[in-house]
């Protein structure tokens, strides 16, 4: 690999021209899977994981298939990584076995360690404070159905977790208004709210953090909501449902949205907690939209990172 490797581990060092550009491309390989069959032939990806998932493991192994490359599911437990092997080891070796690295951590240290000592492209595919891949696929959800994230309002309500600071980042870098909602207390990170506000600045985009449902779900054309306890954080599960439950998306929250506005989960879902199952089974549910786009806009991320433009 070159010394010009490019990762994606906060979207914050990105241009918005670049996640423009693939958001374009994950638009042609959708239309057009057949194009890219031998995209990444011969390439392969080494997905680790230190928590569960469903989308982001089979969405991945899929699409390194489906572009002619090999992902390799990686459970950290397994790994010597697991046994105290160090992080800048872990992504020296494998940097001299396979053509990129996707992680899915708990710090996001671990995987800007990993980017860091990696002589090869990595991939966040989640850490405690980003979910970079999930807002390509929500923001792709969003041009697909809308034409445009420019000016685009999405109102997130809920934790201000790794989702909502992802929403944030690609959000204000593609020039959208990006609402987040959240208890007292559970504001997104100060640190990625002024990254966004920075971004904004440069795209038309806009940045509101507010506790009032009211307030950031009137007129939006998408509302979101996600988990309100994230991985490692069931230990206040109990606590945060007392907390969360008058942020609930119900149909009395979506209906003060815009009339045409979908409703948007990175899943997996809690129907009943941080949703109503209404809400989510209903005609305006763009989540399995949402979901599959995970495929085409990682696909194209792969290609930009891994393929010989990359
Ligand atoms: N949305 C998402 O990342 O799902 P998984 O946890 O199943 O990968
Ligand atoms: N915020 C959630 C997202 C899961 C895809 C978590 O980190 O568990």
Request: charged share 25%; proline share 4%; aromatic share 8%.
């Amino acid at each position: 690999m070159t010394a010009t490797k490019r990762d994606y581990v906060n979207e914050n060092d990105w241009a918005p021209e670049e996640i423009e550009k693939v958001l374009d491309l994950a638009a042609r390989v959708k239309a057009r899977p057949d194009g890219w069959k031998t995209a990444l032939s011969g390439r392969s990806l080494a997905m680790i994981f230190e928590k569960s998932s469903t989308r982001t493991r089979v969405s991945f192994e899929a699409g390194m298939f489906q572009l002619g490359g090999f992902g390799m599911f990686l459970s950290s437990r397994d790994l010597q990584l697991g046994r105290g092997e160090p992080i800048s080891d872990t992504a020296r070796v494998l940097s001299r076995y396979v053509d990129g690295i996707m992680a899915r951590t708990f710090a996001h240290a671990t995987v800007e360690d990993l980017a860091k000592y990696a002589s090869i492209p990595v991939i966040n595919g989640l850490s405690d404070l980003l979910h970079p891949c999930q807002a390509l696929a929500d923001f792709l959800t969003v041009r697909e159905r809308f034409g445009t994230a420019r000016g685009f309002a999405l109102c997130y309500v809920g934790d201000g977790n790794n989702v909502a600071h992802s929403l944030l980042l690609t959000g204000a870098k593609l020039g959208a208004r990006v609402t987040i909602v959240t208890p007292p207390g559970y504001a997104p990170d100060p640190r990625v709210v002024d990254w966004a506000r920075a971004a904004a600045a440069g795209t038309g985009g806009a940045i509101t953090i507010t506790t009032s449902v009211e307030e950031g779900v009137a007129g939006a054309h998408a509302v979101y909501t996600d988990v309100w306890a994230s991985m490692g954080q069931e230990g206040e599960a109990a606590e945060r449902a007392k907390t969360f439950e008058p942020y609930r998306v119900t149909r009395r929250v979506f209906g003060m949205a815009a009339s045409d506005a979908i409703f948007l989960h990175c899943l997996p879902a809690h129907r009943g907690e941080e949703v109503e199952a209404e809400v989510i089974d209903s005609p305006g549910s763009a989540v399995f939209d949402q979901a599959e786009n995970r495929l085409h806009a990682q696909k194209a991320l792969l290609v930009t990172l891994l393929g010989d433009a990359g």
